[in-house]
């Protein structure tokens, strides 16, 4: 049998309240991989990674972690696991400084940080000059850097992104998914919900197109940029 992928939310079903958003919805990642989740507004995208990282209780499937199952884990547990989030807002603390958000990403660690807080500063230079700053004060771009910077400091195995180039120029979502390569080619997972479908087909390895809570195509991010359906449906022809 084919080994499972590193993490896997497997035909997941499930909600808020009596009504499911999900229908046997499966999306996963391999080890050092970028997997990629699209479609369009009202998908489940969010949902999805939601139910990934425990912040939905499913009422079908299960969540796999590394072969471990973690479905009945909670967020904080998961953490504790190697998982790491950033959600699309209120993902940073305005008032803290660059270097105290980044701080604050490592509160589960009992070692010495300053290594991590100086491979994020590699990561992203600008933070490095900007860290006695409060992170309030930055453009939105500088901001989810420090986001993914923050949860970079947790040292995690995989890295949940949520819209995380949501209101930045092409310029800044670019350089934030070059960024997002480089953290992959260091064997974190990266999974990530995206609206600018295209460019983000294009950095991944693997792409869910959602539709109503269920998996409508799913691929390699290249065979999906070439599909015709995908094209024309998601991608604007």
Request: proline letters at 5%; one cysteine or more.
């Amino acid at each position: 049998m084919a080994s499972e992928p590193f993490l896997i939310g497997d035909a997941m079903t499930g909600g808020y309240g009596p009504v499911d958003i999900l229908h046997q919805c499966t999306i996963a990642v391999e080890k050092g991989q970028i997997a990629v989740i699209v479609g369009p507004n009202g998908a489940g995208k969010s949902t999805a990674m939601k139910a990934v990282f425990g912040m939905l209780k499913l009422r079908g499937g299960a969540v796999r972690l590394n072969g471990e199952d973690i479905t009945k884990l909670s967020p904080q547990d998961r953490v504790a696991k190697g998982m790491a989030f950033v959600p699309q807002t209120h993902n940073i603390f305005t008032t803290m400084t660059v270097e105290e958000n980044l701080e604050m990403g490592a509160f589960l660690r009992r070692d010495d940080i300053k290594t991590t807080i100086e491979q994020v500063y590699e990561l992203f230079p600008i933070l490095k000059t900007k860290r006695r700053q409060p992170a309030g004060e930055l453009s939105g771009g500088q901001r989810q850097q420090v986001a993914v910077g923050r949860a970079l400091m947790t040292q995690p195995s995989v890295l949940m992104l949520d819209e995380p180039t949501a209101g930045v120029s092409p310029i800044v979502m670019d350089e934030l998914f070059d960024r997002i390569i480089e953290v992959a080619r260091t064997g974190i997972s990266i999974l990530m919900v995206e609206q600018n479908a295209r460019q983000a087909l294009n950095i991944a390895d693997k792409g869910y197109v959602l539709v109503q809570g269920r998996n409508a195509f799913t691929d390699t991010g290249e065979a999906l940029m070439a599909n015709p359906d995908v094209r024309r449906t998601f991608l604007g022809g």
